[in-house]
């Protein structure tokens, strides 16, 4: 079981079947639609996820054909993703997570697109 919510609470989710498996990506569409340096996701069975609360105040940003990336419109958190490519699941941006009971049980973490981060303009400029 994951849920979660935005920064101002409008929002809430929540997603029974959650994988096991975080992702971090370091494309550039996530880098700007996040302000990070890079996206952290997990992903959960579409049919398991549900906006609970404040559905109403969803936005979803076309970022590229066919894939979206769902906010609240009024504090502009991420809160997840879904797309054509990927019908059965729904990618849960891990910053907005409040409880993710399989996370004790331990998770496998992949890096997606790190050379992505090349193009990064600070790439080179972190102090070890
Ligand atoms: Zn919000
Ligand atoms: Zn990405």
Redesign the pocket.
């Known amino acids: 079981m994951i849920e979660g919510s935005c920064l101002c609470g409008a929002v809430a989710y929540r997603a029974f079947e959650p994988l096991r498996t975080v992702t971090y990506?370091?494309?550039s569409?996530?880098r700007k639609s996040s302000g990070a340096a890079f996206?952290a996701n997990v992903r959960a069975k579409r049919g398991s996820f549900e906006v609970t609360h404040g559905s109403e105040h969803v936005l979803a940003y076309e970022s590229t054909p066919g894939k979206l990336r769902c906010s609240c419109e009024l504090c502009g958190s991420q809160l997840y993703a879904v797309g054509d490519k990927f019908p059965d699941e729904v990618i849960i941006r891990l910053g907005t997570v409040d409880r993710f009971d399989e996370y004790a049980h331990g998770v496998e973490e992949r890096h997606?697109?790190p050379e992505s981060e090349a193009n990064a303009p600070w790439v080179g400029h972190w102090a070890p």
Do not use: G
Request: hydrophobic residues 25%.
């Open positions: 990506c370091h494309c569409y996530c996206s997606l697109f």
